[in-house]
């Protein structure tokens, strides 16, 4: 289903930050929002990695891979308790 | 952990260990469940201010405030986000959206790695005497990020990230994923970013043992922990109507005692119209087949303790559980929901041939209660994760291994002791198995060794723990696989068994920074995107400089020789660092075996003042072997008083 929504987190590339931004969770929504409208953050994260997770299609997930400063955009995994 | 302290030589080394002033400024961070803060494990009775550096908080929400947590427990936060995302809100009514534990796993391995000591604990009196923490000075900070539909990376990594701020130094995550590269695996991410501020990140090896390749966590800036038994046991045997009796274990105890003469004893898949029968799924048991009789019940595949509630339900008055190939002679002890047993497979498999051969037989069981003093102990549990590293084959995993077979830790009021539904007893302290209660005890033990020494990187911990870890029991034995029954290879125990009063005071050290790592990561020749990922900024690899993970400053040796390996020369650099006093160390090399020779450059090194370092370089001279030939030895530098041990690892492809 090509509309289904899964978890992905995305890493950014902070370095490449436009200038334009005051600050990277501005950039963070800017570049979601390039992708779709409704797409909310789950988390934003500052120190583990730099990036957020949100909501998103496949094909909106690879759009977003495709925009600058996007490092990655990584389905989200389920680990388990050992 | 009524054990795990006096088996590790905690309790003897007082003197040798941090004043627990100084254990008190070190903050373990636990990703798990939540925490159950009503146990007796989370007291902070003289316990003084949290420390200043602290920036965590105690989240409330269902049946948990801000008063919960004290000066023992000093943060509580819950990550549901990423869990809700994806399968919907969580059931209020049966789980709480808070940092409460319902479940039982995070309050058990967060006070065995940091619980406060508890007199006269025990599981329905097994296991008897005072609980503690590896460090029971530590304070303690608990993230929730497990739920009853899983543990997402999204929620995993905040909890990370959230960690890191807060200002853990060491962070104990006992749960793992499927196999990936390091920039796609959450933990192997934010582990990169907490090791970068100097944090320890413990993680457990996985439970997929004794099958090959079964590691998680593997990266090299996690310290991987596999499991070992202690020297306790919970006997209980099983005695046939042929007169011959089979050694077993178990934590049954209750009101459904055995009377004490022979019953009726059928083999589960001879009372079932199932294929698999014989492993007490449930539904499968035939009810007027097993009704008032010991049922045998094959281990795998469904819980061990759900076994036992499936034979109750039908009628069953006792359980022997038969362990089968997957698990050898291993006994894991269960607090069975009516009287069982546990069995390895060779008395497994006899007992079958009784139940088979013997028109009306009988079997009885009788509980013995607690035992300590079992040797040998400890050996390499079946279901510890193996290597070799699946992901970097050149970096030998487990690092370790620590206990985690039968260990009584802290438990939840909220599940009985086998986490059951049908379960309605409760305890203030469970005894359960894995490789996620090896992972606390190297977390606690990683506290003492940062209060001991606060500048030591997680590089310097993991290694000090990692060359002092014995392979060889005091009779001169090598560590065992219960797997086998055979010597366990670094395959299975990494460097060995942990002893953290010898890895207060290593002597040497193998340090890493961050930058070792990235160096590593280029010579995996990872993308500049990838490393980036990693890193959290610009690291671009020098097109100019060879890398080599062979370079990494592992306090470990895994030589890959490819196909028949003759005349391969493959050389390993390392560098030790002094951090203790002055002196000559010596290098000795164990290693026989046709295919490989191995030589050290130069064999002396000498240590004038703390902080010096010295290189040397192993050179591995391969010799054609058959594929999938392994061989293992050790370097070992002395210097008359310390050894400083690495294990080697050699392997033909």
């Given at each position: 289903n090509k509309e289904k929504k899964a978890t992905y987190i995305v890493h950014m590339s902070k370095p490449e930050m436009p200038a334009s931004f005051e600050h990277h969770t501005h950039w963070y929504e800017s570049s979601l929002k390039s992708v779709s409208d409704s797409a909310q953050m789950l988390y934003t994260y500052e120190n583990a990695i730099h990036g957020f997770s949100t909501r998103l299609t496949l094909a909106e997930a690879k759009l977003l891979e495709s925009q600058p400063g996007i490092l990655s955009v990584m389905l989200e995994l389920r680990y388990e308790l050992h | 952990t009524t054990r795990t302290p006096e088996f590790l030589g905690l309790d003897k080394s007082a003197d040798l260990l941090p004043q627990s002033d100084s254990v008190s400024e070190v903050i373990i961070g636990v990703l798990d469940?939540?925490?159950?803060?009503?146990?007796?494990?989370f007291l902070d009775t003289g316990f003084g201010p949290v420390p200043s550096s602290w920036k965590g908080e105690c989240e409330s929400g269902t049946n948990f405030t801000t008063k919960n947590c004290n000066r023992k427990l000093i943060g509580a936060r819950f990550f549901a986000r990423g869990y809700e995302a994806t399968l919907g809100p969580v059931d209020e009514s049966k789980e709480s959206k808070s940092p409460r534990d319902d479940d039982g796993h995070g309050t058990h391995t967060s006070s065995t790695a940091g619980g406060s000591s508890v007199a006269d604990a025990s599981l329905f009196g097994y296991a008897a005497g005072t609980a503690r923490g590896m460090a029971a000075r530590a304070r303690v900070a608990v993230y929730k990020v497990c739920w009853v539909g899983g543990c997402f990376s999204s929620d995993i990594l905040a909890a990370m990230d959230k960690a890191i701020d807060d200002g853990v130094n060491v962070l104990s995550m006992s749960l793992g994923g499927s196999m990936s590269y390091y920039y796609r695996d959450s933990v192997a991410i934010g582990a990169f970013a907490a090791m970068e501020k100097g944090i320890f990140v413990s993680c457990s090896a996985g439970n997929a043992g004794p099958s090959s390749y079964s590691l998680s966590n593997v990266a090299p800036w996690i310290t991987t922990v596999g499991a070992g038994t202690l020297d306790r046991d919970f006997p209980a045997f099983v005695s046939l109507g042929n007169g011959k009796n089979y050694s077993g274990v178990s934590l049954y105890k209750g009101d459904a005692i055995l009377p004490g003469k022979l019953l009726p004893f059928v083999y589960a898949g001879n009372a079932s119209n199932a294929t698999n029968g014989n492993l007490c799924m449930m539904g499968t048991l035939i009810p007027e087949q097993v009704a008032g009789k010991i049922v045998l019940c094959d281990r795998g595949v469904n819980p061990r303790v759900q076994k036992g509630a499936v034979v109750k339900a039908a009628g069953g008055i006792g359980m022997v559980l038969s362990n089968t190939d997957a698990n050898g002679e291993e006994l894991v002890a269960d607090a069975h929901l009516l009287p069982a047993t546990a069995v390895g497979k060779k008395g497994g498999d006899e007992i079958k041939n009784y139940l088979f051969s013997d028109p009306k037989p009988t079997a009885t069981i009788l509980f013995e209660g607690t035992k300590v003093g079992i040797q040998p102990s400890p050996v390499v549990a079946a279901f510890s994760s193996r290597g070799p590293n699946s992901i970097t084959p050149d970096i030998l995993k487990p690092d370790m291994i620590a206990p985690g077979v039968n260990i009584l830790a802290g438990w939840v009021g909220s599940a009985g002791p086998t986490g059951l539904a049908t379960d309605g007893r409760r305890v203030e302290f469970n005894i359960i198995s894995g490789t996620s209660m090896s992972c606390p005890h190297v977390s606690g033990l990683a506290a003492l060794i940062k209060a001991a020494h606060p500048d030591w990187s997680p590089a310097a911990i993991k290694s000090a723990l990692m060359t002092t870890a014995y392979v060889t029991y005091k009779n001169g034995n090598k560590l065992q696989d219960v797997a086998t029954g055979k010597d366990s290879t670094p395959f299975d125990h990494g460097a060995g068994h942990v002893d953290p009063v010898s890895a207060l005071n290593p002597g040497l050290v193998y340090d890493l920074t961050a930058d070792d790592y990235l160096n590593f990561l280029c010579a995996l020749n990872y993308s500049a995107t990838e490393i980036t990922s990693l890193a959290r900024r610009k690291f671009t690899c020098d097109a100019s400089k060879k890398y080599s993970v062979?370079?990494?400053?592992?306090p470990s040796f895994a030589v890959n020789f490819g196909s028949g390996g003759a005349d391969a020369v493959i050389k390993h650099s390392r560098t030790l660092t002094n951090v203790g006093a002055p002196g000559t160390y010596k290098v000795l090399i164990t290693l026989q075996s046709p295919g490989v020779k191995v030589a050290v450059e130069p064999e002396t090194l000498s240590f004038r003042q703390a902080n010096e370092k010295k290189s040397y370089t192993v050179t591995f001279t391969g010799s054609s072997m058959p594929a999938d030939t392994n061989s293992f030895g050790r370097i070992e530098w002395s210097n008359g008083k310390q050894i400083v041990g690495s294990p080697i690892a050699v392997s033909w492809t």
């Open positions: - | 469940t939540g925490v159950w803060p009503e146990s007796k494990s062979t370079d990494l400053n592992y």
